[in-house]
């Protein structure tokens, strides 16, 4: 067993919900494989429609993730990828409002899909309006007024109110606030920027710790955050260090542990700041990224590979075990993520994956 998992995140990518992190358990192997599958995986086999109703009902929501969870079992068997007594499976908040959920706290609309994590609408503010903008009383936004009352229903009918809202990052929210004029405001009108930022934080901290509350009254307890840099390679190391890594120092200062999502950039211009963030828990990259260099500067958190659905779609076999052999050699322990697995890619390499994996990694 690790001795350092309890101080450690891992990435988790719940049934029809987009990728976040949750704390790792002590099983976790030395090459661990988080396989995750978009909306329309589901939909094309299971006929499932993830439109408005699926994020707003959490005991609809749940029978979905029931039936995706045995489909999952029933195609990967062995892999336990739909756990091992599905039925057992409470509503939760898995996947509630995918990446959006900071975003509408500000207004801005969503567009919901029957295939599809929603997305946000252009309705991006004025320089104007970012100028005047203050953090919203979350439980007076609509959005927030609503996860709560989804909250209140899962406590009453199951008890624990468990799973993860995908809070993303500073960055990433301040883009679908502000739309693309938010790397021009970081060049023209720096102050702006830093506004939008620190409203945005401080929203972040705050729902946060919202929505902790109540799960820990329910008997969960959730003292980690987790930012996801999806955006971070549009700004220099630079640009990051001076102007986003502040916020994230105050989103680590607020909780216990932290972990850190790249995305599947390339890490090496950013890792050094981010092996500066007190209890760092998890931090992934590309596979372009000098590994061992990771590992060296971030010892104690759990890393993670994200290897893109085309690799995994599209590479030779023979390619991926290359690529996984050099992963476990030089970023291990580690996790590699395998997210957004759409419906065309042969059920058949998943399990060739996976089979490579534990071969490699002896677990």
Known sequence: ????????????????????????????????????FTPRWYRERLGIDFSERWHLDPHHRRETVLAMKRELNRRFPGLGLGGDAPEDTPANLDGVH?????????????????????????AHLSEGQVAELAAPSLPDTPVFAQVLEQMETIARDHGRI?????????????????GPEILTDLMVNPGLAHHLFDVVTETMIAGMRLVYARQRRS?????????????????????????????????AAAFEIIGIHNCAWNVDPYIEDYATVPNLAYVDMGLSSDLNRVRELCPHARRALMYTPMDLANKPLEEIEVDLRRIHAELGPCDVVMADIDHETPDERVLAVAAMAREIGGA
């Open 1 to 36: 067993m690790n001795p350092n998992y309890l101080n450690q995140l891992r990435s988790y990518i719940a049934p029809g919900a987009p990728a976040t992190r949750r704390p790792c358990d002590g099983t976790e192997s030395p090459l661990r494989i988080e396989f995750g």
């Open 98 to 122: 995918g990446a959006l959920l900071i975003a509408r706290s500000f207004g801005i609309p969503a567009e919901y899909y029957a295939d599809n994590w929603p997305a946000a609408t252009l």
């Open 162 to 178: 468990e799973g993860y809202l995908n809070w993303q990052g500073v960055l990433n929210n301040a883009q679908r606030i502000r």
């Open 219 to 251: 008997g969960v307890i959730v003292r980690h955050a987790t930012v996801s840099n999806c955006f971070v390679n549009m700004v220099s190391p630079e640009d990051y260090r001076e102007h986003l890594l502040p916020y994230e120092l105050r989103i």
